[in-house]
Nanobody, 129 residues
Framework: QVQLVESGGGSVQSGGSLRLSCVASGRTESVATMAWFRQVPGREREFVAAIGWSGYTTGNVRYSNFARGRFTISRDNAKGTNDLLMNFLRPEDTASYYC???????????????????WGQGTRVTVSS
């Protein structure tokens, strides 16, 4: 089992920045891919970014079109966290953001939420105009 806990959500004005962090515990040595998804009530969960955590995809990063150029996913080895730095935030970025972990090195299916076995409880991000 892997447990994920997110932090760093909050309220910010349009154009501002937030950094989300995800701490993993449990069988973390088995994690191969970590990612961030977001969801707005009434809409499907959507992919934000992913990073290879172990195996042959270690360090590989992938972004959704809306995140590329504004968001940065990274690994903080000292803290053992998966971080998502979000810059130039827009009101349409308002959502609950979820950390996800997969035991598989995802190469082509990293954007599919069904490929992730473990999920955090989510952290809320609100961007006002």
């Amino acid at each position: 089992q892997v447990q994920l806990v997110e932090s760093g959500g909050g309220s910010v004005q349009s154009g501002g920045s937030l950094r989300l962090s995800c701490v993993a515990s449990g069988r973390t040595e088995s994690v191969a891919t970590m990612a961030w998804f977001r969801q707005v009530p009434g809409r499907e969960r959507e992919f934000v970014a992913a990073i290879g955590w172990s195996g042959y995809t270690t360090g590989n990063v992938r972004y959704s079109n809306f995140a590329r150029g504004r968001f940065t996913i990274s690994r903080d080895n000292a803290k053992g966290t998966n971080d998502l730095l979000m810059n130039f935030l827009r009101p349409e970025d308002t959502a609950s953001y979820y950390c996800a972990a997969s035991l598989v090195s995802l190469k082509n299916t990293f954007a599919s939420d069904s490929r992730y076995e473990y999920w955090g409880q989510g952290t809320r991000v609100t961007v006002s105009s």
